[in-house]
């Protein structure tokens, strides 16, 4: 053999040598490398639940309006407050106290008359609105009858409401918070596998993302009345009770 053909064959030799170490080399790297994390979405238990409680009511609220017209403004602001103090004489003697009372400000507007495009003042309007607050449906009928036999006197609604009603509400939203958390227990159980943490905690089907209530009017009268005359105030039309509802949609972890 010659000289370079010994030299070629120690060349290619060397490089199948070199060659082997490098592919070793990166084959023993490869295993040292971390394993990448998984993608798979973690397990949750997504549920909802509503809960609704209704009570008597024991509050409820008429609004009414005192109006007055006439073209001379002092004077329409002397009968104003007679007349005022002649409702605050008919609740006194229905048993409503004046702090029961909350009066608005008074409310002056002018009256025109228009012919052939000139307008003319014809006089005012004075007005005043009351919130009167009782206690008993009973009484709240009563405040109705007296009111509407005056003539220039509008009862625009009566509200049945309840005094500890932000209490209440707050029981409501605890009350289905456990129910929710209960029946994610039995599905995760029913499954063979136990609640982890709380992942989500919402209004359902809100879009604001909290937990919500419900404010409902019941009984015989389901929305605001207007009364006009004495025969349509009888304690039949005032609602008699309150219904508080709150829903939550919950999502939790679910542990295998």
Not at 134 to 153: C, H, K, Q, W, Y
Not at 167 to 185: D, M, Q
């Amino acid at each position: 053999m010659s000289k370079v053909t010994f030299f070629l064959v120690a060349l290619v030799a060397l490089l199948g040598f070199l060659l082997l170490s490098i592919d070793k080399d990166n084959s023993s790297r490869s295993w040292d490398m971390p394993a990448l994390a998984s993608d798979r979405p973690v397990p949750t238990v997504d549920v909802s639940a509503s809960e609704t409680r209704k009570y008597e009511a024991n509050e409820f609220v008429t609004v009414a309006r005192l109006e007055l017209h006439g073209k001379d403004k002092e004077l329409l602001f002397k009968q104003l407050t007679s007349r005022r103090n002649s409702v605050f004489e008919q609740m006194k003697a229905l048993g409503v106290s004046e702090s029961d009372i909350e009066q608005n400000s008074v409310e002056m507007r002018k009256e025109w008359s228009y012919d052939r495009g000139t307008r003319s003042l014809t006089g005012y309007v004075v007005c005043q609105t009351f919130a009167i607050k009782t206690s008993s449906r009973s009484t709240a009928a009563a405040v109705i009858a007296s009111l509407s036999a005056e003539m220039d006197v509008e009862i625009s609604h009566t509200s049945a409401t309840l005094k500890n009603q932000d209490s209440l509400k707050n029981e409501a939203i605890l009350a289905v918070g456990k129910k929710a958390l209960a029946k994610a227990e039995s599905y995760a159980e029913s499954v063979g596998g136990k609640l982890g943490r709380v992942i989500l905690v919402g209004g359902d089907n809100y879009g604001d993302g909290g937990v919500v209530y419900g404010h409902t009017v019941l009984g015989s009268a389901r929305k605001s009345f207007a009364y006009n005359d004495a025969a349509g105030a009888d304690v039949s039309s005032v609602a008699d009770s309150v219904e508080i509802s709150a829903s939550v949609h919950l999502v939790v972890e679910l542990l295998q």
